[in-house]
C-alpha cells in the first residue's frame, strides 16, 4: 500500500469527486486524499480566495467554484461546472458546516436556524441535487459529515449537535432509498480536530494533549480525510448506511481514568 505523509492513499483513479467547504480544514484534508489517490474534485466554499489557493496548490486535478450550500441554484451551479470540467461524478462530500457553542437555553432561535441551514439542509439540497447525476453516472459514493456531536449529547451545540443528528439520519434515509441506485450513503463522524474551526477553543495536537478521549489526542485533519477517501472509494463497496467514528474512542465510552479520576 502506498503512503503519503503520515497516511495510506486509498485508491480513487478516474474518479471525480466535489466537496464542499473545501476552501480549509477538513475538506481540503479530503482534498488533498483525493488528488493523492489519482482522483479529480472539486473544492467549492463561500471563502473565494481560500478556496482558489487550496485548488491551486492541488494543481490540474483540481478546481474550485465559489458556492454556498444553502442555495439550490448554486449546487445546480456548481455540479454543472465539475461535469463541464471533468465530464463525470462519482462521489459528493457534504463536508461544509459551520460550528455553535450556546447553551440550549441561550441559544438564538436565529442562530439555530442558519446552523441548520447549512449543516442539514445544505446537505439535504446536495443529495437531492446529485442523485440525478451519481445515478446517470450508473452509482456514486456520498459521505456526510457529521460528528461526533450527531451520535452523542454533547453539551453547548445545540443547533450544532441537532443538526449533526440530523444529517446521520438523512444518511440512512439515503442508504436504503439509493441502494438499488448503485449510490452509497454513509456518515463521518469526526471527534475533536484541529481546524480553523476548533482552534479558537484552545485544543493542541499532540499525544497527552486532549483527555477527553480515550486515545488521550485530537485528530489530524488527514486522519478524518482517510475515512472520507475509504468511503468514496471501491473498497467500502458494500457499504452503506454506516456511521463512521473517527474520533479516538470519544463516543465508544468512559476510561478507567475518566470514572476514577486517576
Ligand atoms: N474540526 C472538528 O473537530 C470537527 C469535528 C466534527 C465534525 N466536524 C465537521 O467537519 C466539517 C468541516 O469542519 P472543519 O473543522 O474543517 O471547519 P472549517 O471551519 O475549517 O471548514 C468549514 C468550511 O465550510 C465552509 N462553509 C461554511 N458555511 C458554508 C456555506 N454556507 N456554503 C459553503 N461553504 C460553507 C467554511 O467557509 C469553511 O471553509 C464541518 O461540517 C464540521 O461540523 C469538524
Known amino acids: ?14 474518479k471525480v469527486v466535489v466537496i464542499t467547504g473545501g476552501a480549509r ?8 486524499a483525493v488528488v493523492d489517490g489519482g482522483g479529480r ?16 496548490k492541488l494543481g490540474e486535478a483540481a478546481r474550485f467554484v465559489r458556492h454556498d450550500v444553502t442555495s439550490e441554484s448554486d449546487w445546480q451551479a456548481a455540479l454543472e461546472y465539475a461535469l463541464a470540467e471533468f465530464g463525470r461524478l462519482d462521489g459528493l462530500v457534504n463536508n461544509a458546516g459551520i460550528s455553535t457553542g450556546q447553551f440550549l437555553e441561550q441559544e438564538s432561535v436565529e442562530h439555530f436556524r442558519q446552523v441548520v441551514e447549512i449543516n442539514l439542509v445544505g446537505v439535504f439540497i446536495g443529495m437531492k441535487t446529485a ?12 459521505v456526510n459529515i457529521s460528528s461526533a456531536a450527531g451520535l452523542t449529547g454533547l453539551a453547548l451545540t445545540a443547533g450544532y449537535g441537532a443538526s449533526k443528528w440530523g444529517v446521520r439520519g438523512l444518511s440512512k434515509i439515503g442508504a436504503v432509498e439509493l441502494a438499488e441506485s448503485r449510490i452509497r450513503v454513509n456518515s463521518v463522524h469526526p471527534g475533536m480536530t484541529l481546524t480553523p474551526m476548533t482552534a479558537p477553543v484552545g485544543i493542541r495536537s499532540g499525544e497527552g494533549n ?10 489530524s485533519p488527514e486522519e478524518i480525510a482517510a475515512a472520507v477517501a475509504f468511503l468514496l472509494s471501491d473498497a467500502a463497496g458494500y457499504m452503506t448506511g454506516a456511521e463512521l467514528a473517527v474520533d479516538g474512542g470519544w463516543t465508544a465510552g468512559l476510561t478507567v481514568k475518566y470514572l476514577t479520576g486517576q
Open 210 to 219: 486532549y483527555p477527553g478521549a480515550p486515545m488521550g489526542r485530537v485528530g
Open 25 to 32: 480544514g477538513l475538506g481540503a484534508a479530503a482534498a488533498q
Open 1 to 14: 500500500m502506498q503512503r503519503c505523509g503520515t497516511v495510506a492513499v486509498v485508491d480513487l483513479s478516474g
Open 131 to 142: 442523485i440525478p447525476l451519481l445515478r446517470t453516472n450508473g452509482g456514486g459514493s456520498i
Open 41 to 56: 474534485v472539486l473544492i467549492t466554499d463561500v471563502l473565494e480566495a481560500e478556496g482558489a489557493e487550496t485548488a491551486a
